[in-house]
T-cell receptor, first 114, second 111 residues
Framework: KNQVEQSPQSLIILEGKNCTLQ??????????LRWYKQDTGRGPVSLTIMTFSENTKSNGRYTATLDADTKQSSLHITASQLSDSASYICVVSDRGSTLGRLYFGRGTQLTVWP | EADIYQTPRYLVIGTGKKITLECSQT?????MYWYQQDPGMELHLIHYSYGVNSTEKGDLSSESTVSRIRTEHFPLTLESARPSHTSQYLC??????????FGPGTRLTVT
């Protein structure tokens, strides 16, 4: 069964600190993995997208890593800011259908305190 | 920021009413999607479209219906709203390069 599991479910950190969010998946055949940021009451916004051959990708203070062998990904946030408070969703796409089916994790709810 | 819009953003409606959630995008994308999301839960695909006059049901069974008469417009309709339909509804479109863009969502409450 194709699944995407994220941990931790929620996380509280102080402003300026770093954190790492985890994503494990069983989706096969794998096409790509994306990290989205979803602010409360808003739609998800793409942070990074990685294909099978990419190990790491950065977007400002966000750095995503991918280990396609162990089917694990992480999202590292450096020097956190209050505006980083949001849900971070891991999404994996398969290439077994023309739809390019997306499998969503439940997200990690990050809260940054001043 | 993506050019995909949803209206209304918030809606409180009584049981049995008919409602239509609007979604439009100005990027010319053929592929469009509707997702349902409950708090703390993953997004579930309820409808998708590959283009004009093409609509399919997604993974999550839904009593809603959709139409795609124009490329830019993908409305979702509930003929008779029930409290179990209370949720957030997210519309999305996908570029030919595979990037998926989400609208801001409609938070629906059925009393």
């Amino acid at each position: 069964k194709n699944q995407v599991e994220q941990s931790p479910q929620s996380l509280i950190i102080l402003e300026g600190k770093n954190c790492t969010l985890q994503c494990n998946y069983t989706v096969s055949p794998f096409s790509n993995l994306r990290w989205y940021k979803q602010d409360t009451g808003r739609g998800p916004v793409s942070l990074t997208i990685m294909t099978f051959s990419e190990n790491t990708k950065s977007n400002g203070r966000y750095t995503a890593t991918l280990d396609a062998d162990t089917k694990q990904s992480s999202l590292h946030i450096t020097a956190s800011q209050l505006s980083d408070s949001a849900s971070y969703i891991c999404v994996v796409s398969d290439r077994g259908s023309t739809l390019g089916r997306l499998y969503f994790g439940r997200g990690t709810q990050l809260t940054v305190w001043p | 920021e993506a050019d995909i819009y949803q209206t209304p953003r918030y809606l409180v409606i009584g049981t049995g009413k008919k409602i239509t959630l609007e979604c439009s995008q100005t990027m010319g994308h053929d592929k469009m999607y509707w997702y349902q999301q409950d708090p703390g839960m993953e997004l579930h695909l309820i409808h998708y479209s590959y283009g004009v006059n093409s609509t399919e049901k997604g993974d999550l069974s839904s009593e809603s219906t959709v139409s795609r008469i124009r490329t830019e417009h993908f409305p979702l309709t509930l003929e008779s709203a029930r409290p179990s339909h209370t949720s957030q509804y997210l519309c999305a479109s996908r570029s030919t390069g595979g990037e998926q863009y989400f609208g801001p969502g409609t938070r629906l409450t059925v009393t």
